[in-house]
Every structure is written in C-alpha cells, then in structure tokens.
C-alpha cells in the first residue's frame, strides 16, 4: 500500500512554486508518492482559454524531470481526473482514485487559500475524514489569491483573506511545514511569456520554458487558437 498524495492544479504552465510543495512532501515523508493531478477546464477559471490538458501534462512532466532524482522518482503526473466524466469535483475524483487504485492511500494537497473557501466544497467532511488533507501555507503577498483555482468554488462565509486560516484547521488537516515559498503564479509566468519575456529559472524549470516558446504557449492572439 503507498500513501499517495493528491495535489491538484491546472499547471498553465506548472512552476517552481508547485514543485517545491511536491518535494517538501516527499522529503518529509509525507507521503510515499505526489500525483500532480492535471485538472480538466475549470468554471472558475472561465475568463480565460486554458491550454489543452495534453500540453499541460506535457509541461508538468517536463518540471517533474527537472526535480533531483530522490525527488523525482517520487512525483508523477496524472491525467486521471481529467479522464473522468465532468463535471468533476475534488471529492468525486478522490472516491475515483480509491475505486481505482484500492490497495492505495489518497490524501488531499491544498493551500492555505483554498481552505478559506474548503467549507464550500462539495463533501468537506467526507474529504476530511475519508482521505484527510495536506494543508501548505501561502505567505500573505506570495502570489495567495483566495480561492483561486478550485473548481469546487467560493464560500461566502469563509474567513476573509488576511484571517489566520491555519489556526482554524479543522480535524483531517495536517500542515506542510518548511516549504521554501516561491514568489511566482502561472498568471505572472502567462504574462512574461506574452510580453516576449523567459523568466528565471528559479521561477520555472528551463525545460518548461523551452516547452512554450518551441509551441508558441501564451503569446498574444496564438494561444486561443489551440484550445
Ligand atoms: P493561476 O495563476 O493560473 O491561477 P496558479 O499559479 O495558482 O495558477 P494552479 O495550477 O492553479 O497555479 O495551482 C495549483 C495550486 O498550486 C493552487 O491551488 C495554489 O494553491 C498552488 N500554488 C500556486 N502558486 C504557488 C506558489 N507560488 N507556491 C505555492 N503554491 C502555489
């Protein structure tokens, strides 16, 4: 049985922030493995044309190959949930997952942000006792925009932004301790690659960054054309 843990995004690209929170899991022994779970298109992120999740798993393979080898051969990507019938949710991809893979484990990664709005989701207390989370802090200023990025949408009555959320952890919640923060989004890295520019290597894998200029990724009036 391998304790597998299940950290979602939609990797537009995948970043240096998300790969730090995948290697502080596996060198804490958090879990045996990090799946990194390429999301299907999310409502919430409507305003936008997300790339296709083929190129997205292609990114986020490309950053995984970049992690030390101890690392590396701990983190997978996974385009489980985006196989499954949609509308998807966390809590449906996770009683997937266990139908699935039954001999293993599944526990949720989060950030500090999502909790705020962690009590909207669809079956909070199924997730928490069920699977239990992994939860990371999100410095105040370090790219934590509340509720971003989850599907599963906001809740009007969650703290607001700038409330300690981390006091108020509720049981099935462990903390991630000791992760590095990395002041970086994929809305940033958007940006930079549409204005011409490549960021830092400490902001996102070279290999990543030769992946969306070689296919063109972000660049004003292109991008739409492949979604
Ligand atoms: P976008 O800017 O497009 O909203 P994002 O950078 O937040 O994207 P996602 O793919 O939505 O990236 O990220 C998945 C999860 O990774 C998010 O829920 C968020 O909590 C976390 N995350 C994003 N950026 C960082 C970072 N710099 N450090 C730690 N965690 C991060």
Redesign the pocket.
């Known amino acids: 049985m391998s304790r597998i843990a299940v ?6 690209p ?5 790969l ?2 995948a290697g502080a899991i596996v060198r804490q022994r958090m879990a045996d493995e990090v799946w990194l779970m390429v ?1 299907p298109e999310n409502p919430f ?1 409507q305003g936008r044309r997300i790339t296709p999740e083929w190129m997205r798993v292609e990114m986020a393979e490309r950053a995984v190959g970049s992690l030390p080898e101890e690392v590396r051969s701990r983190v997978r990507v996974s385009d489980f949930e985006a196989r499954l019938p949609k509308p998807t949710y966390t809590v449906t991809t996770l009683r997937a997952l266990r139908k699935a893979y039954p001999d293993d484990e599944f526990v949720l990664v ?2 500090e ?2 909790l705020r709005s962690f009590a909207g989701w669809r079956g909070p207390e199924e997730i928490l006792h069920d699977y239990g989370v992994i939860v ?1 802090p ?1 410095e105040e200023g ?4 509340p509720g ?3 599907k599963d949408g906001p809740d009007p009555s969650a703290p607001e932004e700038g409330e300690d959320t981390l006091s108020k952890t509720p049981s099935g919640c462990v903390i991630l301790k000791g ?1 590095s ?10 940006e930079a690659f549409a204005d011409g520019r490549v960021p830092d290597t400490a902001l996102i894998p070279a290999a990543v960054s030769g992946y969306i200029i070689s296919h063109a990724l972000y660049r004003r009036g292109i991008h739409s054309a492949l979604s």
């Open positions: 950290f979602g995004g939609t990797f537009d995948p970043h240096r922030g998300h730090a929170i999301s992120k989060i950030g942000d999502n990371y999100r370090v790219s934590a925009r971003s990025g989850k992760v923060m990395v002041d970086v989004s994929s809305t940033a890295l958007r």
